[in-house]
């Protein structure tokens, strides 16, 4: 059975850091690919960042949203069966629940909330 475990949020100022992790088992992590969703209060689920298998050896294999990119950086560690997000430069608007997810299989979310 496969089960993600969010951790790592909290609240942050604005220009500040935050590092979200998951830790996944019930399948052999390293074969998949990765994800983190989020979504405020009000509003759809949006895709923040992806990771694909070390299998994958075509070029990148990092993927972000654009209101992420250059803020944000995913990294996983296969051996730990747990993916990284690293935040930095946080902003009021990435105020929200955090979400790991692979294919249709979803950890409970982090809230992480950014304010002054």
């Not at 993927?63 to 935040?87: C, E, H, P, W």
């Not at 950890?107 to 950014?114: N, S």
Request: charged fraction near 20%; glycine fraction near 10%.
């Amino acid at each position: 059975q496969v089960h993600l475990v969010e951790s790592g949020g909290g609240w942050a100022q604005p220009g500040g850091s935050l590092t979200l992790s998951c830790v996944a088992s019930g399948f052999n992590f390293s074969r998949y690919s990765m994800n983190w969703f989020r979504q405020a209060t009000g509003k759809e689920r949006e895709f923040v960042s992806s990771i694909a298998s070390p299998e994958y050896t075509f070029g990148d294999n990092t993927r972000y949203g654009d209101s992420v990119k250059g803020r944000f950086t995913i990294s996983r560690d296969n051996a730990k069966n747990t993916v990284f997000l690293q935040m930095n430069s946080l902003k009021p608007e990435d105020t929200a629940k955090y979400y790991c997810n692979r294919d249709v299989c979803w950890g409970q979310g982090t809230q992480v909330t950014v304010s002054s």
